[in-house]
T-cell receptor, first 114, second 112 residues
Framework: DTGVSQNPRHKITKRGQNVTFRCDPI?????LYWYRQTLGQGPEFLTY????????KSRLLSDRFSAERPKGSFSTLEIQRTEQGDSAMYLC????????????FGPGTRLTVT | AQSVSQHNHHVILSEAASLELGCNYS??????LFWYVQYPGQHLQLLLK??????LVKGIKGFEAEFIKSKFSFNLRKPSVQWSDTAEYFC??????????FGDGTTLTVKP
């Protein structure tokens, strides 16, 4: 069990640029989740995948955000035309095939938009 | 809409004191409830979970939580805290549809 990995760990970008983050889940986990966390708040659910299917998407996920999991393994989260309000920690988690199973979290990608 | 409230933002205790952190959820359907902990510099990790059965659940490191359906609560307890319990604690509710909602967290500081 190598855990959930995320890359990059830190990203600084200028407003208006596009950014893409990658998440590699634990290999036998079918579910993959994306969250956003800002200072003083808990993780906010963005979206989740069951294998390659995106099954739930938060209203927080505006049309500038898109997530993919093309082969049911790693996932990418892209933010287009970044805004300063997008500055946050972006967390990825994975789990087995049921809500009864715990989510294993990655270390997160810290995005700073200047 | 589903929501999770954690009443205490910051709790400071001395070692050996008892701990209770409040968590209330708001959701009309079936929920699964979790407590996660984040130690300084580490990832979020599971402390304990409830999805059915005995409403008193026990987790790692001597933590337990009680699900009280009538009060929509899932409070975390530990009879005697240690300095190593200093961390941030998050309560979370998952629906069967897969969406999860976290509370804003409680920072626990245990003084040696």
């Amino acid at each position: 069990d190598t855990g959930v990995s995320q890359n990059p760990r830190h990203k600084i970008t200028k407003r208006g640029q596009n950014v893409t983050f990658r998440c590699d889940p634990i290999s036998e986990h079918n579910r993959l989740y994306w969250y956003r966390q800002t200072l003083g708040q808990g993780p906010e659910f963005l979206t989740y995948f069951q294998n390659e299917a995106q099954l739930e998407k938060s209203r927080l996920l505006s049309d500038r955000f898109s997530a993919e999991r093309p082969k049911g393994s790693f996932s990418t989260l892209e933010i287009q035309r970044t805004e300063q309000g997008d500055s946050a920690m972006y967390l990825c988690a994975s789990s087995r095939d049921s809500v009864a199973y715990e989510q294993y979290f990655g270390p997160g990608t810290r995005l700073t938009v200047t | 809409a589903q929501s999770v409230s954690q009443h205490n933002h910051h709790v400071i205790l001395s070692e050996a004191a008892s701990l209770e952190l409040g968590c209330n959820y708001s959701y009309g359907g079936t929920v699964n409830l979790f407590w996660y902990v984040q130690y300084p510099g580490q990832h979020l990790q599971l402390l304990l979970k409830y999805f059915s059965g005995d409403p008193l659940v026990k987790g790692i490191k001597g933590f337990e939580a009680e699900f009280i359906k009538s009060k929509f609560s899932f409070n975390l307890r530990k009879p005697s805290v240690q300095w190593s319990d200093t961390a941030e604690y998050f309560c979370a509710a998952y629906t069967n549809a897969g969406k999860s909602t976290f509370g804003d967290g409680t920072t626990l500081t245990v003084k040696p």
